[in-house]
Each structure stands twice: as C-alpha cells, then as structure tokens.
C-alpha cells in the first residue's frame, strides 16, 4: 500500500470505461437519472490537496455536493471564482450547509508560515499569512511543529467568517432561509473530520462592521438572528 502508481492518460479513459460499465451493470438507470438531478444540499469548500478527495471522504454521491477547492481553502472577498460558486450554490441550488474544510498537513499553509519564496503563490498566501498576524501571538506561543496545524484551524474559522460576510450569504438570511457556515478539519493520518465548533447560521454571529443592516434588520424579522 502507498505506492505511487505510475498511470497513463489512456489507462485513466480505461479506468473511467470500466467505472461506468460497473454503475450500469448495478442500475441501468443511473446515469439518466443522475443527469436530471442536481439538488445539493452542500457546498464543499476545500484545499487542492490531491489526498482530500472532497464527496469521496463524507460518503455522498454524485450530486449530493457541489464543490470548490483551492490552495489551503481561501476565500476572499475579490475572488470571481469563489464568490461565483457560492452565489450559484446559494442562491440558484440553494444549499443548506457550507462546509469550509481545510486539513492538517496543508501545504499552502506551511508554505506561509515558513515564508520561503515559492514565486507567484506567494501573493495568494498572503491570506493565509493574515490570519497568523491576527493570531501571531497564540500561534508563536506554541511549539514550532505544532503552529501549522493551529494555523490550518485559524485559517478554517476565518474562512467560514469570510463566507458568511459575502452578500449572497447575508441575502439567504433575509429571506428567511435557513443556512449555515460549518468550520471542519481532516486529518490524513487517520481519515476523519473535526468539526471546529466555529459555525455561523445568521447575521447574529457577525462583528457588526461585517452586517450588511438592511439585510440582517429582515433575518431579524424573518425569524433568524
Ligand atoms: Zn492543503
């Protein structure tokens, strides 16, 4: 076990030939009607890190999650990218749950903590390097081969904040829908998932500089916080 596979594009085509052959042998339906459905209740935001394989790892199929990844989980507030996924997932398949997932191991996060330089990546690091000033004392109180790991949890708990700032967030909450931000941890050491405890579900758990007023006055009215 734990070999790298040494793989051509042409066998992945296999591989992919006999994946499929497998499903219809077992339901001769089901890519029919896994093209109809798109009804997730998640969206997915992790790392690139090819060991976290985001559906594989809660056990959801095929339109169960909708998904974006990028290096350590970043979401800022300029990102087409990421502020494209989130509306769409929010306000077009309507998800319930955001999952921000970041692991330990990362190796963006490592990456700004020892500040080598890496080039071009370095400026999109720059997110990662601003949560460990905001944390720079509790993180540098800590043993040196332990920061990373609390950097990877730091970076996850501002991320989900990061999230529900964004007006598509804010605009779920105003209708009255319910939504929630989870802050969640993998470890690739033994294949499990730590929830953070750093959830967000209405306008309540913002810092007042972060409430978009018109919108949280009608979560308020609407029920939520
Ligand atoms: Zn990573």
Known sequence: MGG???LTPEQLLQNNRQWAA??????????????????PDYLW?????????ASKII???PGEVF???NIANVVPHTDLNALSVIQYAVEVLKVTHI????????????AALKGTDYGEIDNWLVHIKDVWRDNYDTIMALPEDKRADRLVELNVAAQVHNVARTSMVQTAWAEGRELTIHGWVYD?????LRDLGV??????DLHAAYRIRELCEKARKAGGS
């Open 4 to 6: 790298k596979r040494e």
């Open 22 to 39: 497998g499903k219809l042998a077992g339901n001769p339906g089901y890519f029919d009607q896994l093209a109809h459905v798109q009804k």
């Open 45 to 53: 935001i992790g790392c690139s890190d090819s060991r976290v394989p």
């Open 59 to 61: 056990g959801l199929r």
């Open 67 to 69: 998904v974006h990844r």
């Open 99 to 110: 999952l921000v997932v970041g692991h330990y191991h990362c190796g963006g996060v490592s």
């Open 188 to 192: 690739l050491h033994d294949g499990l």
């Open 199 to 204: 959830a967000i579900s209405g306008c309540a």
